[in-house]
Every structure is written in C-alpha cells, then in structure tokens.
C-alpha cells in the first residue's frame, strides 16, 4: 500500500478519494528539520506553502517518488532536479483560479470604494458632523466598468480575472511571454441556457499595458530572488492614478519602489496578498492608507481547497495506479 504524507494537510474529500483507493494518508505534520529522517517512509509528500522540498530532502529520501504541490506555484519544490531524479512532481493548477480571481475584485473594489478606509474610521464615528465628514471624503470613489483592466500573465488565474472583468464591463488587456491569442469559455448564459460563450483575448505588448491600464493585477510564477516583473521603471508606464493588485507571489513588485509611487499618487492604491518578506510585513505598508492588505489567502477558501484536495488525490491514484 502507498503511503503518503499530507505534511501542510490535506480536504477531507481528497483524502477519502486517496484511501478509497488503498492509499495510506498520514496528515501529522512533521518539522521541515525532521523531514531527512522521516520521509523515508513514504512514498510521496504532498505539501502546501509551509514546507519546502529542496535537492538536499530529494537525495536524502531514495524512496519517494512522488512530490505534489496542493496548489498552483511550485517555488518551494525544486522540480527540475527531482523530475531528473525520476520522481513525479504534481501541482493542481486549476482548482483555485476562481478563488484568487475573486479576491483580486475584492481588492479592486475596496480601493475603489474607499473601503479599506472607511472600515477604520467608521466604528468610531458617533456624531452627525463626523458622519458627514467622512461621507465627503468616501464619495470620490470610481466604478470598475467602463474601465481597463490589465492582467500580467494569461494562464488560468489571468482567464478567470478576465471572465470577472468582462462581467463587469471592463475592457481587457492581456498579457503573456508568448504574445498569442487565448479562447476563454465564459458561462454568462448560464442561468437561462446551458449554452458557453467563448471569446478570442488577443494578448498586447507589455508596455500597451503598463500605458493604458486603469486597473492591473500580476498572475505569474514567479522564482524566488528573480528581478521584480513591476519596479521604478514599470511603474514610471503606469497612467497616474492607476490601481494595482498582486496576489501572485511577494518580490513580483519591488516594495520600495511601489511606496514611491504610493506616496507620490502614481498608484492610487495597491492590494497586496503577498509580500517579499513574508510573513514579515514592512510597517510602511502595513500603516499605508493607500494599502489594502490580505494574508495571503488567495486560494484559501473552503470551497477551493475542497477543489484542490479533488484534483490532487486524482493525480495521486493515478500515478500509482
């Protein structure tokens, strides 16, 4: 019988897929620092964000032959060497595209409303005068529709954005390495018809992005200690007063640079779900009024790591059927 261990967990639904299956899971997560002696035993690990599967865990535990990612990036794997070494390596690319996809629109309104604002200042506001100040103050937000949306890498997650944008009126700009066009399925019809609206997204240069984007948001793998994809340089493109959301990985915008542009109205407002540092946050974005912050939970929704416990156990049952 396979043995695997589920080290940052594992949805009970993929779970019951793997045992059903005659496949042992073993969810007592074991210390990163003890993973040498005891992996071992298993034949595969399946891992979250929390613990990392580096050349050194690979060579110290002959017997795994398979690695999974219960998610869509694998910077915490070194894939390429243990696909040399003649083990399988899976991730689950799809489960959670509608859930990040929805918390970039969270982001996108809450800056445009105000509300990462207004949700501060209004517990403590008890007075007509201060309810009217504060009404003055939040009423300058801007609606989304009408508006374009730039999305920086076009696989799943960017599709899903898209999908959502697209709902809401916005015009799209895509983009990609391979500048080519993309069909998206879109299920607008789908509470009348079982009919599927499919569209062609023609993917644009980078810098017609950067230049005409009202709203931007990353979704691109992005290895650890590579150049930032949005700096000084990037975001000197960016129209004034431009919106941006990172929910793909922390050093994808150079922190320092984006407080700049923060400070000097370039970027109206930034969402950030991921930071270089993490969990460490930097205070000056932390306090940032112009900041929306959220844990790092773009993906983590029961309804998506249902989702992911799903596609992965699939993946399992059939590499060691």
């Known amino acids: 019988m396979p043995k695997i261990l589920a080290n940052d967990g594992i949805d009970k639904a993929g779970k019951q897929i793997l045992e059903a299956a005659g496949i042992h899971v073993e969810t007592n997560k074991i210390a990163q620092e003890d993973l040498m002696k005891s992996l071992n035993d298993f034949d ?42 003649g083990l ?40 007509k005068e201060r309810f009217n100040e504060l009404k003055k103050v939040y009423s300058s937000g801007v609606e989304l529709k009408g508006k374009t949306l730039g999305i920086i890498g076009f696989g799943n997650i960017g599709q899903a954005v898209a999908r959502m944008g697209i709902g809401l009126g916005m015009h799209i700009l895509p983009f990609k390495l391979r500048a080519e066009d993309v069909k998206i399925e879109i299920d607008i019809f789908r509470t009348v018809t ?38 000084k340089r990037e975001l000197e493109q960016m129209k004034n007063g ?52 959220s844990p790092h939970i773009g993906g983590s929704t029961p309804e998506a790591q249902e989702r992911i416990g799903i596609e992965i156990a699939q993946k399992i049952v059939e590499h060691f059927k």
Do not use: W
């Open 44 to 85: 595969g690990i399946l891992v979250r964000s929390a613990t990392t599967v580096r050349k050194e865990l690979i060579d110290a535990c002959p017997n795994l032959k398979l690695i999974g990612r219960a998610g869509v990036g694998m910077d915490n794997i070194d894939v390429a060497y243990a696909r040399d070494k």
């Open 88 to 127: 399988k390596v899976i991730n689950t690319p799809e489960a959670s595209s509608e859930s990040v996809a929805e918390l970039v629109f969270a982001h996108f309104f809450t800056m445009a409303r105000c509300l990462h604002l207004s949700n501060r200042e209004m517990p403590s506001t008890t007075t």
């Open 194 to 231: 079982d009919t599927k609206m499919v569209l062609t997204m023609k993917c644009v240069p980078f810098e017609k992005l950067l230049a005409e984007s009202d709203f931007i948001t990353l979704h691109v793998p992005f290895p650890k200690g590579a150049p930032p994809i949005i700096g």
């Open 242 to 293: 431009v919106y941006l959301v990172n929910t793909a990985r922390g050093g994808a915008v150079n922190e320092s640079e984006l407080l700049e542009a923060l400070n000097s109205g370039k970027v109206a407002a930034a969402g950030l779900d991921v930071f270089e540092n993490e969990p460490l946050i930097r205070e000056e974005l932390r306090q940032h009024p112009r900041v929306s912050l």
